[in-house]
DNA sequence: CTGAAAGCGCTAACAA
DNA sequence: TTGTTAGCGCTTTCAG
């Protein structure tokens, strides 16, 4: 039995072997348990380095009925084209990884497809996540509201204001909606499109921030619903300007990809940006920066968002209570529209 | 005892109880063993969604020593600032995300800064999962190298011409390159410059495409080496306009958002697009459509990659070996460069 | 085709 | 501060 393979894979009970001590006390050494004097805790962790040790996540989560794990779905609505690929909804999913590892805990990504409809149950009564953070309000909140009433810890990306019984994070699309739309009027337009889909929450408090800045001004107001993307966008201008002309000398635009894809139509047809129109976007995603002209943009902290879902998220899981919060916002000054 | 609160979490013994059966039998009913009688099997599952049950897949994965769970991490270069923003890069986890739903497997997404170096041991000897997707091969394949050897299930997004002892599933990039040179050269560019950083694996192959395909019409080349950024390449190309005026008539980006960023650069100075330079991307990402000009790129069939990653991996969780596979690669043509 | 029973590897209550 | 021990809920071998 020289120089055996060391093909087992060692357990927690083997290393308590090596290390003349109890299991227990491996056990609680490595999950850093202040009952353990720190010099064995120390010298026992750097045991099951050396032995390249790790836990049985399986019979830990079995046994203590938790599992570090936090389910994110992305919740897009149906009838929408927009897509995993929307770079926006990624780059949140992306901040909401970085927020989780910070606390120690484990990313799921999930999607209608594998949860279907019970998320209670297909998350939480298997044990696969202790908690879920939902990217995206959809149009039917039914899901979400299940889950939550559930008691299901849960968070939700969208539109704070929204009422509900689980917390909301998200900015504040409202004073959005406002700023960018003053923004262009301030530049002089008089006739500003809203491009987007006013029936989705977040989008629906940018439109009647819209109202409410045109209202001031006495400006009236043009809606072009759309799908939220790009490519409806350019199709959306383009059927505008087919038919009416150029009736307009702005866009607020509801994200930045619908805005860039305006952008496209306008430029197609030569009609200057900002001169003849003004636009801004809402999102500001990096493509806002490199687009030619630069795109003004309502800027979304979703860095800031994100660590408060955790916190939230988090305070549930301790039997805290949680409250919706709205998340400041703030305007990106480019090329796109006028001082 | 009426009606008392069903609070309680039901559990297998529970349910077999409920059906007068044995666990055994509920468990193989529920796991679809075609041990048990279909009728059986058919009504155990109904009586498992009429109570709302749900396999504790901690106790299962315990027991099974199986977890239907693929890490997915996201191999960043230290080094660059391309980010898990980076629309290219989301999109592959989005459809790798997919194809692993498809085999009924979950994804643990995950970063260097949760896995450390030693993924084998953060992994698979913990039992977070059964094995791993990495996307992106990074400069330094030490550790990946480390995880194949430890005899990880392990499959790569990257350059499958590298030689490796894991598979490693790319588009062809050597190909990629040529063609997009060549198609410059027959739009009738004569100075083509390479935009981007050869000394990432990918990126090399496409370098040495695009010097055969010079090679071949006896033309110069010039690199501008940057980091695979919007920003950077739009930097690079500010500066070698400065520095040496439009001494290039071609561009071949190394990517769709370096190409966006070097537009900029080049529509900033009115250097009209194709006609004085003409530009293809690489990816395909949706931007490519929806700038203006429009983006001529190559697309990278990153759907048929993603289903083959998950073969591949498939394969090795069932002890099969998987070897290296090049995806086909195709040139879109757009606006930004000449027929 | 179904049941009985053992045990996966860990944590935590209780004991010392 | 550490050890002993029971048991988390499932799957699977073996027996029928």
Redesign the interface.
């Known amino acids: 039995m020289y120089l055996a393979m060391n093909n087992k ?1 060692l357990k927690l009970a083997d290393l308590a072997k090596l290390a003349g001590v109890s299991t227990s006390t491996v056990s609680r050494a490595l999950n850093d348990n202040p009952l353990i004097k720190k010099e064995t805790r120390d010298k026992l962790k750097q045991l099951a380095k050396q032995h ?8 830990s ?2 046994r203590s009925q938790k ?1 570090n ?1 936090v389910a ?1 779905i992305i919740n897009f609505d149906s009838g929408t084209e927009q ?3 929307d ?1 926006f909804l ?2 949140v ?2 901040e909401i ?2 927020a989780l ?1 910070k606390q120690g805990l ?6 209608s ?2 949860a279907g409809d ?1 998320w209670a ?2 998350f939480i ?4 996540a202790d908690g879920i953070i939902v990217v995206g309000q959809g149009k039917d909140p039914a899901n979400i509201e299940a889950a939550a009433n559930a008691g299901v810890p849960l968070v939700v990306w969208g539109d704070p204001k929204t009422p509900s019984n689980y917390p909301i994070v998200g900015s504040d699309n409202f004073v959005g909606g406002r700023l960018a739309t003053e923004h262009l009027l301030a530049g002089g337009a008089k006739n500003i499109v809203f491009l987007g889909d006013p029936g989705h929450a977040e989008i629906g408090e940018r439109y009647r921030g819209y109202l409410a800045a045109l209202n001031t001004a006495n400006a009236r107001s043009q809606v072009v619903s759309i799908d939220i993307t ?2 409806a966008a ?1 199709h959306g201008i383009n059927q505008l300007l087919v038919t009416q002309g150029l009736c307009f000398d702005g866009i607020m635009a509801c994200s930045d ?1 619908v805005a ?2 305006a ?2 139509a306008l ?2 047809r030569y009609i200057s940006i900002p001169n003849d129109v003004a636009l801004v976007g809402f999102d500001d995603i ?2 806002a ?4 002209p ?1 795109l003004s943009s309502i800027k979304q902290n979703t860095q800031r968002a994100s660590v408060l879902l955790v916190e939230k998220l988090l305070a549930q899981l301790q039997g805290q209570s949680a409250e919706s919060q709205v998340v400041e916002i703030e305007l990106i000054y480019r090329q796109s529209s006028k001082g």
Chains 1, 2 share one sequence.
Do not use: C, W
């Open positions: 894979q390249n040790f790790s836990l049985n996540t399986a019979a989560r079995l599992t794990v994110v897509s995993i690929n770079p990624l780059k999913v992306g990884n970085l590892n484990e990313l799921l990504l999930s999607n497809f594998m019970d149950n297909y009564n298997s044990r696969r790009s490519r350019y990809m860039l894809g952008m496209k430029k197609e990096a493509m920066d490199i687009s030619h630069s």
